[in-house]
């Protein structure tokens, strides 16, 4: 049974960086979160269809991100170092940064957005563009073989239904293949509060717990948990048919069980965290705007876009978003309309205040904005609870 915790209220497409004209057919839905009382797994009540967040217009290029070309070169030798895989599949594989580590004639892409899929295709490696399903599994399957390591990084928590993505995976697994795959950990973000991990892509927040309950009725397991810090604290989930279940597994969900995950009381108090976490945010920015004084946001991330949005942030608090995405500059962001400005066209020392939207890279920003800091500069964070600190 499905019981509802938290209303993050009227949220539109968290990626959906809009011009003006945009602005009158924009779309919204209602963005509640639940606890199934089952399989301890937590979602978001209703799903966005995927067509409206994973199309061509899809604004992340994961390439324009060193920390996370850096990240995704270290996992690729990793993987290629112990399990040595000679048929490889991505899923999700955006702009290529993690494929490209691998052999074009023996890797395969899948990836629903046309314009990274354009891009992989046009580095050599032969790519799906559509959404990970049964019929997608037989059709790669058929056309290429099975796959010795499938991964998949912030992509397996976008698909709506589980059962069925496990049991493609399953379909096209070589006997001996381990599928890999990261995603936000839900006992990262009930720790630190972060709730702005919930936003339309991400239909489920994973507990190593609910996914070795899904897994295993799906007839795979899991043999390995690495906690990261990519994307504010992640897991990459190890999973094969049939391989020695090391002791992270059993370490991981004992850690997720003290905290409490299994109770639905854990989740009813993660929601009040949430809204004081909006009252303070508000108290403050409106505060601030008192005094006249101007604030920023750094980096147009999704995550902001639920912020922005369950706290009624508009441009009267917070005058505008730099952001080292060229797709982003020069549009507005998703619902609250605030202008997206390139980085480099905006002098900070204009501002008292900057808000950090993409607080899951705050050592790299402070490190890069020094002279703001030295300048007087404050940072605003809402993670782990509202602050200000420079
Ligand atoms: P993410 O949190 O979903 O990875 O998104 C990070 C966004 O923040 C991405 O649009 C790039 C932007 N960004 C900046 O604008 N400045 C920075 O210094 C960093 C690290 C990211």
Redesign the pocket.
């Known amino acids: 049974m499905k019981k509802e915790f938290l209303d993050l209220r009227r949220q539109p497409i968290a990626n959906k960086f809009l011009k003006e004209d945009e602005i009158s057919d924009e779309f919204f839905f209602d963005l509640k979160v639940v606890f199934d009382e089952d399989t301890k797994l937590v979602s978001m009540k209703d799903f966005v269809k995927p067509e409206l967040m994973f199309n061509e217009d899809y ?2 290029n994961t390439s ?5 070309v850096n990240h995704f070169k270290s996992v690729a030798q990793m993987l290629t170092e112990e399990f040595q895989p000679v048929n490889v599949m991505e899923i999700g594989s955006n702009d290529g940064p993690f494929i490209r580590h691998f052999d074009p004639e023996t890797s395969v892409c899948v990836e629903p957005c046309g314009n990274f899929a354009e891009v992989t295709d046009d580095m050599g490696y032969k790519t799906y563009a559509d959404f990970w399903n049964k019929e997608l599994s037989q059709k790669i399957k058929s056309e290429c073989g099975y796959m010795d390591l499938i991964y998949s990084a912030n992509c397996i928590c976008h698909i709506q239904d589980l059962d069925e993505c496990f049991a493609a995976v399953k379909n096209i697994l070589s006997e001996n293949g381990v599928f890999v795959f990261e995603d936000p950990s839900l006992l990262r973000m009930l720790e630190r509060g972060s709730y702005d991990q919930i936003y339309d892509e991400h239909a489920h927040i994973f507990s190593v717990t609910a996914l070795n309950n899904i897994l295993i009725n799906n007839g795979l397991t899991i043999f390995r948990v690495d906690n990261l810090s990519v ?2 604290g992640s897991n990459r989930i190890y999973v094969a048919r049939n391989r020695p279940v090391e002791f992270s597994v059993a370490e991981n969900k004992q850690r997720e069980y003290d905290f409490g995950i299994n109770n639905f009381q854990t989740y009813e108090i993660f929601a009040e965290r949430v809204r004081k976490s909006k009252k303070d945010l508000v108290e403050l920015l409106t505060k601030l705007k008192g005094e006249g004084k101007r604030v920023v946001s ?6 902001s876009t639920t912020v922005f949005n369950y706290c009624d942030i508009g441009e009267s608090l917070i005058e505008c978003i ?4 060229p797709d ?1 500059q020069g549009l507005l962001a998703p619902g609250s309309h605030i202008p997206v400005v390139d ?1 480099e066209s905006v002098n900070l020392n204009d501002y008292d205040y900057a808000f950090l ?2 607080w ?2 705050k050592d ?2 402070a490190n ?1 904005e020094r002279e703001f800091v030295e300048n007087g500069g404050k940072f605003i964070t809402h993670v782990p609870e509202v602050m200000v600190f420079s």
């Open positions: 604004k992340y324009l991100s060193t920390p996370m994307h504010g750094i980096g147009a991330t999704s995550k730099t952001d080292t995405t982003k980085r939207g993409a899951n890279f790299v920003i890069k």
